[in-house]
């Protein structure tokens, strides 16, 4: 595992050849909590230690995002295999623990709370949703696999970056905009992903801040409960500066 | 500096505007409004004024002319929240707070509705803006005289200006002095910044361009009993706090005390017009699933720029069979929004920037109609703030996702961001319509707004968005990361001195029903590069004296004869006179 200075700016993709990011894997394991895939950006912090601190109604709502996932209700089996497939991709979700973004899809759906609009080239959110799975079969068909799920990793890859290029053609895409149905199915990917209080151990996010607030905005201040990030901290200047002996 | 502002200076906060003690009937211990004193009337009782909408707009001449001694019920189809048991500290769980019913978007360049710019509830979209209320330049209401393009207005910055004041007293608006438009001084001092705001605006600095901290409705310093800001940053999920100012704590108290009633939950489903004398009387609405009627003497309708030509449009009669007030077919002409395309910098240092308000610094400088930029108006640029979610869309919408996205998002507390206020122009095919074949629970139809840009504003955007991107390279930025949106509503029923080409003269009146006024800001003909809060609120408030002016006392001595309303409030000592 290589330290890696996060003042430097190399790990980003945009400033990297080929656009995409090094292996997660670099990174340390958490060891304070979940994040998911176990990603320790923050290793350990947990913003869930923190919740003893927060409103009550807050609490309760954030608690229940960890503690139930609800079932699947809306999609049919073979919908939530695809589109399971297809979340966890644009996630990069690629093994556990995960967070559960389709049924967290699923139940915003099946309750049929809407974000209020619909793109007037667009079916309502539930109907692409739906086409969505079917569009992403078609789409793997194209590359000659059998559907979606059971797609090689690579022609799944190929097959998302076109829907989020907006470059998919054919059959449920002759019908659906591409690149408007990303944006409508992105916004809840993300919607439920970045909801969830395990993401946020992982970017370093405080969280909710009410009734305590937050005191240290400068640049480079945190508040005495937030997380440090992994490799701040020299090992060897630090046990020299704190006098510690190894052994 | 006169003797007169450093007096205002040292007193800052503790002066109280003097004719609206909202902040002072808030209770200390809980955030909720006091509803215990509310006046409660009979629909039967014909009421001075019925409001559609408590928003900037109702909620604003709710205040002002209840004050008056108008009798006022305001009819809002979301809740009336209580920010204790109501709001969280959460992006995802503050989706209640947006108009969340079905609405058609479309048009070349269509716009996200929802969360990005329409409420519900009382305190309308204040209640999740970010809090930024700068006023507009007074060359806002001459665009076509000065720059050959939009629309003049039949009223002049300097009819404002007094309302200006009056409302940064009330909100209280807390910022630098501030040296565009019109300059003028803050009630309240300016808020400390973070270190994004402070990075971006040396970076801004190099480049010759200034920015300065506010203008933002968020006290500084404790204000009646309205607390000081925590800087917990999550203004656009509403202020448990109190600190930032939306109708719901800035003006529907005093409503309240003065006698209004606001009543929640009421879906206003049509206006009614009499036919034989062209007047309306009053509106149909749904409360609890069951169809109501209020009788006014008069009708304003405040339910912003998608709403409230929806209404008008569903509002037909023999008179207006094309929708009330329409039948010069401008009802829903000529909506407008901001291009508000944001970038995001990153830098060395962690700035965390879900701390401290999103409204925190604001430039000018690029206002006005420079020729040499190529296109006609411009831009303000104001920092953002986005939350993990928002921020998130941010990132894919640059293009990013899967493991790409996730190192981006784990970089997060590295990121700052800046956004633009592009001024669009108005187009009348830019406009609200009757989706016919799609309605809500109540059976009525929803609305159909189409948007396209026209070349200019996209040579504004572009614009903007660049000088953007050059303030993070200046300011030692490493990577940027950019992304297109929108902001805000306004227009869709504008006030004009032509009514072929206008809904309301300058008194908000519509030109076809002498009883109906639109009190919110779908009358504005342009909208400058200005968040629009603030002037929605200023031009409610001219309306309020305007309409004071001509009705004060006639009506309560004119209906001795009809039923009561049926409750009283108590009335204070200072109003019983």
Known sequence: MAARDFRNAEHLPNLRPDQQPASPEELPRQRNGVTPQMHGRYPDYNVLDESEHWDEITRRLVFERVESTPPIRFFTDAEARTLGMFCDLVMAQDREPKIAVLNMVDAKLFEGQLDGFRYADMPEDRETWRRLALGLDAAARQHGAGDFAGAATDVQMRVVDALAKGELRGEVWDEMPPAKTWKVVSRAILSAFYSHPWAWSEIGFGGPAYPRGYARLGAGQRENWEGAPAFETDPVKDTEQRGVQGT | ?577
């Open chain 2, 1 to 577: 500096m006169s003797r007169r502002h450093e007096l205002r200076t040292l007193l800052r906060g503790a002066l109280r505007p003097p004719d609206n003690d909202s902040a002072f009937l808030l209770d200390v211990h809980r955030r909720a409004v006091p509803q215990e004193r509310m006046a409660r009337y009979d629909d039967s009782y014909p009421v001075d004024l019925v409001i559609v909408g408590a928003g900037a707009g109702g909620g604003t001449l709710a205040q002002r002319l209840a004050r008056r001694g108008w009798k006022v019920v305001v009819l809002e189809s979301g809740p009336f929240w209580d920010p204790d048991e109501d709001w969280v500290s959460d992006e995802a769980g503050s989706h209640r707070l947006y108009w969340t019913d079905e609405r058609i978007t479309g048009g070349s360049d269509p716009v996200e509705l929802g969360k990005n710019n329409s409420g519900h509830g009382v305190g309308g979209s204040m209640v999740h803006y970010a809090g930024y209320c700068p006023r507009f330049h007074p060359s806002d209401f001459e665009v076509r005289s000065r720059d050959g393009v939009g629309e003049d207005w039949p009223i002049r910055y300097w009819d404002l200006k007094p309302h200006y004041e009056r409302l940064e007293l009330e909100l209280p608006v807390a910022g630098d002095y501030w040296p565009w438009g019109d300059p003028h001084r803050y009630p309240h001092t300016p808020h400390p910044i973070a270190g994004g705001a402070d990075a971006a605006r040396g970076g801004a600095k190099k480049l010759g361009i200034e920015m300065r901290v506010g203008p933002v409705g968020i006290t500084n310093g404790s204000f009646g009993n309205r607390p000081h800001c925590i800087y917990r940053g999550y203004c656009l999920q509403g202020c448990k706090v109190n600190a930032k100012a939306s109708p719901l704590v800035t003006h529907i108290p005093d409503a309240i005390e003065h006698g209004a009633e606001i009543r929640a939950h009421c879906m206003v489903t049509e206006v009614v017009l009499d036919d034989a004398s062209g007047q309306v009387t009053g509106v149909r609405y749904v409360s609890d699933g069951r169809e109501r009627f209020q009788r006014a003497d008069a009708v304003a309708v405040a339910g912003y720029s998608i709403e409230t030509p929806r209404l008008l449009l569903n509002s037909t009669s023999r008179r207006f069979p094309h929708g009330l007030a329409n039948n010069n077919d401008q009802v829903g002409r000529c909506v407008m929004v901001q291009g508000a395309p944001q970038v995001a910098g990153r830098f060395p240092d962690e700035m965390r920037m879900y701390k401290a308000p999103p409204p925190e610094i604001c430039s000018e400088q690029f206002y006005e109609t420079d020729e040499r930029r190529g296109f006609a108006r411009g831009f303000s640029i104001q920092t953002v703030g986005p939350l993990p979610i928002e921020h998130a869309q941010h990132v894919l919408g640059h293009g990013h996702w899967g493991q790409a996205l996730r190192e981006y998002m784990r970089d997060y507390n590295h990121w700052y961001t800046l956004g633009i206020l592009s001024e669009l122009l108005p187009l009348p095919e830019n406009r609200v319509t009757i989706a016919h074949d799609v309605t809500d629970e109540n059976g009525i139809p929803v609305a159909r707004m189409d948007y396209s840009q026209s070349e200019n504003d996209r040579k504004n955007i572009a614009y903007g968005k660049q000088t953007l991107h050059d303030i993070f390279d200046a300011a030692g930025a490493q990577d940027v990361l950019v992304t297109d949106r929108y902001a805000h509503l306004v227009g869709g029923c504008r006030m004009g001195s032509d009514p072929e080409r206008s809904v309301v003269d300058s008194d908000h009146r519509a030109w076809e029903v002498p009883n109906l006024f639109v009190a919110d800001g779908s009358v504005m003909p342009t909208q400058g590069s200005a968040n629009p809060a603030l002037t929605i609120m200023a031009l409610v408030s001219r309306l309020a004296e305007r309409l004071a002016l001509k009705r004060a006392g006639e009506s309560s001595a004119q209906r001795r004869h009809l039923p009561r309303r049926r409750s009283r409030p108590a009335l204070t000592g200072a109003d019983a006179g």
